[in-house]
C-alpha cells in the first residue's frame, strides 16, 4: 500500500519541477526604447512581450510585472502589473503596463513574474533581436522537460489507480 503512494508523491514532484523549469529560459522583450529622460514621479507606459527565442513561443502567465530600479541605493524600485491586479490570459505572451518613474534618475528596467519568490527575466532591449547561436532540430528545453514532467505525472496517476484497484476488500465474517 506504501509503494504505489511513493510513486505518486515522487510522480507529483516531479511534474511540480518540470513546470516550475518551464518558465526557464523565457525573455522580455521590449517593444520600444524606454525614455531615458523621464521624470522621477511621471508615469511611463512599456510594453513587451515575454517569449522563449529558442523557438519564438510566447510564455502566458498572470502576475507578470515591470519594475524600474533606481541606480541609486536610497531610491525605492517602483512596480506595475500588467494585469493592473487583476488576472488575464496572454496567450500571445503580449503585456503592457503604467509605472511611476523612480526617484533618484537613472534607473533599470526588470520584468519579473510574482510568486512566492519572484522570478525575473533578461530584458532584451527593442534595437536587440534575441536569436540562438545555432539552429536547433529538437524540441525546445522548456518543452520537452514539461512533457517529460506530464508524461510521468499521468504514469504515475495510472500506477495508483491500478494499485487501488488490485487491492480487495477483507472478506467479512
Known amino acids: 500500500m506504501k509503494t504505489p503512494l511513493v510513486v505518486a508523491t515522487l510522480c507529483l514532484l516531479l511534474a511540480l519541477g518540470a513546470s516550475a523549469h518551464a518558465k526557464e529560459g523565457a525573455v522580455a522583450r521590449l517593444h520600444a526604447p524606454v525614455p531615458a529622460d523621464a521624470q522621477p514621479g511621471t508615469l511611463i507606459t512599456i510594453a513587451w512581450s515575454l517569449v522563449f527565442p529558442e523557438s ?101 496517476a495510472i500506477a495508483l489507480i491500478a494499485a487501488r484497484r488490485t487491492i480487495s476488500p477483507r472478506p467479512s465474517m
Open 56 to 156: 519564438d513561443q510566447p510564455f502566458n502567465a498572470c502576475g507578470v510585472f515591470v519594475q524600474l530600479r533606481s541606480t541609486v541605493a536610497a531610491a525605492a524600485p517602483t512596480r506595475a502589473y500588467a494585469d493592473g491586479g487583476a488576472c488575464r490570459a496572454h496567450p500571445k505572451g503580449e503585456y503592457e503596463a503604467t509605472i511611476v518613474v523612480p526617484a533618484g534618475g537613472t534607473w533599470v528596467v526588470e520584468v519579473g513574474l510574482s510568486g512566492t519568490t519572484d522570478i525575473f527575466f533578461p530584458v532584451v532591449p527593442s534595437t536587440v533581436i534575441a536569436t540562438s547561436t545555432a539552429p536547433r532540430n529538437e524540441l525546445p528545453p522548456d518543452l520537452a522537460v514539461t512533457i517529460i514532467g506530464t508524461a510521468i505525472a499521468l504514469a504515475g
